[in-house]
């Protein structure tokens, strides 16, 4: 089982990125999915979090700003990035909450990081 992060990049500040995360493997239900995030000499933070069912939340630096959302036919979470600011400038990380086969209670899965550089 695996999450595979894509869509970081530079980007000027104003700017716009989309970010992908794909599941994989043998997974029997998808409940939360989110996006965090790590800026260099920081702790990783909450970004946004979506629930199976579409619910949503975000972090307030983000609001108005960043749009989650998912496909559950696709196993993917999106992160819809506008109004780039300097601040936003970190490794991305996307989370989900997963129960695969075999294994009876849903654990924590984390993809490998994708790197948003919000610069002029």
């Known amino acids: 089982v695996q999450l595979q992060a894509s869509g970081g990049g530079l980007v000027q500040p104003g700017g716009y990125l989309r970010l992908s995360c794909a599941a994989s493997?043998?997974?029997?239900?998808?409940?939360?999915m989110g996006w965090y995030r790590q800026a260099p000499g920081k702790q990783r933070e909450l970004v946004a979090v979506?629930?199976?069912?579409?619910?949503?939340n975000y972090a307030d630096s983000v609001k108005g700003r960043f749009t989650i959302s998912r496909d559950n036919a696709k196993n993917t979470v999106y992160l819809q990035m506008d109004s780039l600011k300097s601040e936003d400038t970190a490794v991305y990380y996307c989370?989900?909450?997963?129960?695969?086969?075999?294994?009876?209670?849903?654990?924590?899965?984390w993809g490998q990081g994708t790197l948003v550089t919000v610069s002029s």
């Open positions: 493997g043998s997974i029997f239900t998808i409940n939360a």
């Open positions: 989370n989900a909450d997963m129960t695969i086969y075999g294994v009876l209670v849903p654990q924590d899965y």
């Open positions: 979506i629930t199976r069912g579409g619910r949503t």
